[in-house]
């Protein structure tokens, strides 16, 4: 079965310093990546997604992921982060060619900015 | 405003007791999900629905039950067999085919917790 792992669970950084969170994935076919964020109080949203060509997507709000396909990896970054992108961030991905629609999720990162 | 709307927020379930969440959406989307959500475990898929009159099991479907009678509504029903219910529960839709479509709309979620 699919599976997405996300080894930072709680990050703390400063205003500024930028931002790496990491994403692995298991499986080894054609995926469709996603980056889902759910700031204090609102609904999850979508950050950014990766589908094809360039490995390299850029989101909302200063947002980029990049596909590494021999590493399973779909990391997100940011280079300087700021006080309200304090949120939880989840790493999703679906497989193409299954018939499965919905997405795996990874168990998330959250990220605390401090002023 | 178009969207999905989850009630109640707040649901509070006995021992042995059956309890049902709802979730109705105006989207138009053919695609719905549920998912849990644990606290460091991410967003966990319990049930999904392609298209009206079908559904699918998905990672934790046990102790749960749903119906898609109609396009706009999936209602999870959490059984007395879930021995653990206490979590945050979301109910997504998406639309299309194709992977430019995979795109999770999220409720605003039900917690419930045992009394």
């Known amino acids: 079965a699919q599976s997405v792992s996300q080894h930072n669970h709680h990050v703390i950084l400063s205003e500024a310093a930028s931002l790496e969170l990491g994403c692995n994935y298991s499986?080894?076919?054609?995926?469709?990546l996603f980056w889902y964020v759910q700031y204090p109080g609102q609904h999850l949203q979508l950050l950014l997604k990766y589908f094809s060509g360039d490995p390299l997507v850029k989101g909302i709000k200063g947002f980029e992921a990049e596909f590494i396909k021999s590493k399973f990896s779909f990391n997100l970054r940011k280079p300087s982060v700021q006080w309200s992108d304090t949120a939880e961030y989840f790493c999703a991905v679906n497989v193409r060619g299954t018939g499965r629609r919905a997405l795996t999720f990874g168990s998330g990162t959250r990220l605390q900015v401090q002023p | 405003d178009g969207g999905i709307t989850q009630s109640p927020k707040y649901l509070f379930r006995k021992e042995g007791q059956n309890v049902t969440l709802s979730c109705e959406q105006n989207?138009?989307?053919?695609?719905m999900y549920w998912y849990r959500q644990d606290p460091g475990q991410g967003l966990r898929l319990i049930y999904y629905s392609q298209i009206v009159n079908d559904f699918q099991k998905g990672d934790i479907a046990e102790g749960y039950s749903v119906s898609r009678e109609k396009k706009e509504s999936f209602p999870l029903t959490v059984t007395s067999a879930q021995k653990n219910p206490t979590a945050f529960y979301l109910c997504?839709?998406?639309?299309?085919?194709?992977?430019?479509?995979?795109?999770?709309?999220f409720g605003s979620g039900t917690q419930l917790s045992v009394l």
């Open positions: 997504a839709s998406s639309q299309g085919d194709g992977p430019t479509n995979e795109k999770l709309f």
């Open positions: 499986y080894g076919g054609t995926v469709n």
């Open positions: 989207l138009n989307h053919d695609a």
